[in-house]
């Protein structure tokens, strides 16, 4: 979903100014432009996890997400399709060279190598949890930098 379509709004304001989920952010607010897509997990009618990407010229960066009771298949489902979105966008495609366990990891790895490449000077990046990192190394991504909570995280 389109950072700016009014249909944004109504599913994620009451989690974005939920003092809970900001606590859970570290307190830092979630922000959005015209240069963000957001990936959105549903459960019913309920908003179970977000991960707004923002597009910076040949650049994608994550710097926050929520997901309910931080459910890592929930996190690693929304990763995938945003994977499968901007690398199918991208001027070429990686194809798979093995499997891995998990429903969630094979998924994102029936399309992607475990450590896929951007051409063109394309690259993803994003900043997690340190929670988290595990998610985001499984679809491919490689640690640059750590900090006492977070983790730089990019895929060029």
Avoid at 15 to 31: D, H, I, R, S
Avoid at 84 to 90: M, V
Avoid at 107 to 133: M, N, Q, W
Wanted: hydrophobic share 40%; glycine share 6%; charged share 20%.
């Amino acid at each position: 979903m389109q950072g700016t379509e009014p249909a944004l709004y109504p599913l994620v304001g009451p989690l974005v100014m939920n003092p809970e989920v900001l606590k859970q952010n570290m307190n830092y607010p979630f922000k959005t432009t015209e240069h963000f897509v957001w990936y959105i997990a549903m459960n019913g009618h309920s908003v179970i996890g977000f991960v707004p990407v923002e597009h910076r010229g040949k650049e994608y960066i994550i710097n926050n997400y929520y997901v309910t009771h931080k459910d890592r298949e929930v996190l690693m489902q929304l990763l995938s399709r945003m994977l499968l979105d901007h690398l199918e966008k991208l001027p070429h495609r990686v194809e798979c060279q093995e499997q891995h366990e998990g429903a969630e990891t094979a998924f994102a790895h029936s399309f992607y190598r475990d450590k896929p490449t951007l051409s063109l000077g394309y690259k993803l990046t994003a900043i997690c949890l340190k929670e988290d990192v595990e998610c985001f190394r499984t679809l491919g991504f490689v640690v640059q930098r750590t900090w006492a909570r977070y983790i730089k995280l990019t895929i060029e």
